[in-house]
C-alpha cells in the first residue's frame, strides 16, 4: 500500500489486508490535561496472519486494540476493516481481554459464558450448543460445560473465554495480553494454544502484549511500540520455523537474534 | 407506643439461628422469657393488661379456629407482598435508568436523598386522605416504604457495573438495552437482593402500621380493636403472630437471597466450603 497522507474519503487499496492503521492518533483529556497515548499509528495486518503488538506496560496498548475494536473512537486517522472504516465493534471480530476473572459472567455457567454472543445472531439454539461444545473442545475443555467460571482455574477462565470468541466465529481475533495473568506453565500452553487454534480456525490474530519472548514466539509478524506517546518503531518479519515449538523455537539463533533486536527497539531512548 | 413494640418484635424476637446448638441456646431463651412472663402475670403483675402464658394460648387457639382472623392474616400478607412487589418492579426499573444514564443520575440524586429518610408513617395521613382507610392505603405506604431501599440499592449496583464485563458485551454486538437486561442486571443482583431484603422486613411492619393506625383492614387493626376492647390474650396472640408471620416473611426472603446468588462470591463460599 501507498503511504502518504489520505483524505477521509479515501478507502484503502485492496489487497489481502483484512486491517489497515492509518495515522491513528489518541489523546485523553482535552485541554491542558490533554494527553496523547497513540500518536499517529501506522500498520497493517494481513488475512489470515498473526501480529504480535508488543510494547512496555502504559505504552497504550489496550488503548490501540479498543480503538481496533470499534470500542473507543480516535482522535484522529483511522482502521478499516476489509476496507470498511471501524466505527463501532465489526461483527467479524471478537476480543478476549487480560482479565479473564472479569470478562466472564460469573451468573452464567461455562457453556452459558460461550453461548452468550451467540444469542445476537440469530442462531438456533441447537446449533448456539454445537458451537460451544466445538469451542469448548478445542481449548480442552470438552468436560465442565455445566460448571460456573469461578469454580475454574485462572488458566481455564481464560480458555473460556478463548471459547466464547471462538464460538463467534470472528474472522479476527483480538487479544488484549490474554495470558499475562497466568502463571508461566500454563501460558506457554494457552500460547500453544492459540497457535493451534489460529491453523484450525484460519482466522486473523492480533495479540497485544509486553512479554517479548511471548510476541516473538507468536507471531508471523511484530510491531513494536514506543513508550506513550506510543509509535511504531518498526515492524518485524519473524523469519523462524513454524509449527514453533517451545523448546525447539526458543533454542533457534534466529529467534534469539530477533528476541534481542525488540529488546532494543523497547528499551532505546 | 403500640406502634414501637410490634416493630421491635420481628427484629428482636428471634434472630436467625444457625446450628442445632444456636437452635438449643435460643429455645432456653424463650422459655426463660416466658417464664419471666409467667411469673409476673402472676404476681406483681396481675389484674393489669398481662394475662398469662396459658391464657394467651388459648387466644391464640381461639384466634386460629376464626375464619376472620385467617382472611385478616391474608389481607396483611396481600398488603405486604403486593406494595413490595411493586416497589421491586419500579425501583429495580427506575433503578437502572437512574443508574445507567449519568446526567439523570446526578439531577436526581438530592430528590433522593431528601425523599429516602422520610417514614411512611409520616405521609400517612395525606395517604389517608386520598385513599381512606382501604387496602389500596395500606399498599401504597408499603410500597413508598419499600421503593426507596430497592431504588438506592439498584443504582448503586447498576454504577457498580464491571466495565470489561461491558466492553466485552459490547464487542459482541450487544446494544444498551441488551446490555442492561443482560448483563447490567444480572450484575447488580446482589445490590438488588439486598435492598429486597431490607425492604421485604420492612413490608410486613409497614403493612400491620397502616392497619394498626391507619385503619386499613388485617391484623394490625384486629390488635387495635382487641386492645380497644381490652381482649389482652388476643391482643397478645396477635402479636405472637406478627412475630411469628414476620420471621417467616424474612426467613423466606432470605432464602430467596440464596437461591437468587448462588453464583455471587457472598453466597458461593458457603456452598464450596
Ligand atoms: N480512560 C482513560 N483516561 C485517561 N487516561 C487513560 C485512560 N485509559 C488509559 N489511559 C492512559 O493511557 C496510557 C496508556 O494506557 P493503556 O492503553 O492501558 O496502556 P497499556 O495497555 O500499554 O499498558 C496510560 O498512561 C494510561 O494511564
Ligand atoms: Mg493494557
Known sequence: ???????????????????VIEELRKTYGTGAAAKVVLDGLNFDVRSGEFVCIVGPSGAGKTTLLKCLAGLLPPTSGASYLDGIQIDGPPEKLALVFQEYTRSLMPWLTVEKNVTLPLSNKGISKRERRTRAQEALEAVGLADVPSKYPWQLSGGMQQRVAI????????????????FAS????????LEDLTLRVREQFGITIVLVTHDID?????????????SAPAQVREIIDVDVTSPRDQVKTKADPRFTELRSRVFELIRAR | ????????????????????????????????????????????LAGGPFPTVGAIAGG?????????????????????????GLAVLSGVLLGVVLGSVDFVYRSTRLIIEVLKPIPPIVVMPLVLLLLGPTTEMGVFLVFYGCLWPVLIQTVAGVRDADPVLLDTARSFGFGRLQRAVRIVLPGAAAFIVTGVRIAGAAAFVIAVVSELVGGAPGIG??????????????????????????LAFNTGLGAFEKWMLHWHPSVRREVVA
Open chain 1, 182 to 189: 497466568v502463571d508461566a506453565q500454563t501460558r506457554f500452553e
Open chain 1, 214 to 226: 511471548e510476541a516473538v514466539y507468536l507471531a508471523d509478524r511484530v510491531v513494536v511500540l514506543g
Open chain 2, 1 to 44: 407506643m403500640a406502634i414501637t413494640s410490634i416493630r421491635r418484635f420481628p427484629a428482636t424476637g428471634k434472630t436467625r439461628v444457625a446450628g442445632s446448638n444456636a437452635l438449643v441456646v435460643g429455645a432456653i431463651a424463650v422459655l426463660i422469657c416466658l417464664a419471666v412472663w409467667e411469673v409476673g402475670a402472676r404476681g406483681p
Open chain 2, 221 to 246: 387493626r384486629d390488635l387495635f380493636v382487641a386492645q380497644n376492647a381490652g381482649l389482652y390474650a388476643q391482643m397478645y396472640a396477635l402479636v405472637f403472630v406478627m412475630g411469628v408471620v414476620g
Open chain 1, 1 to 19: 500500500m501507498m503511504t502518504g497522507v489520505m483524505t477521509e474519503a479515501s478507502i484503502p487499496e485492496q489487497t489481502d489486508q483484512r486491517l
Open chain 1, 163 to 178: 471459547a466464547r470468541a471462538l464460538a463467534y466465529q470472528p474472522e479476527v481475533l483480538m487479544m488484549d495480553e490474554p
Open chain 2, 60 to 84: 391464640l387457639v381461639g384466634l386460629v379456629g376464626e375464619a376472620t382472623f385467617w382472611s385478616s392474616l391474608g389481607e396483611t400478607l396481600m398488603t405486604a407482598l403486593v406494595g413490595l
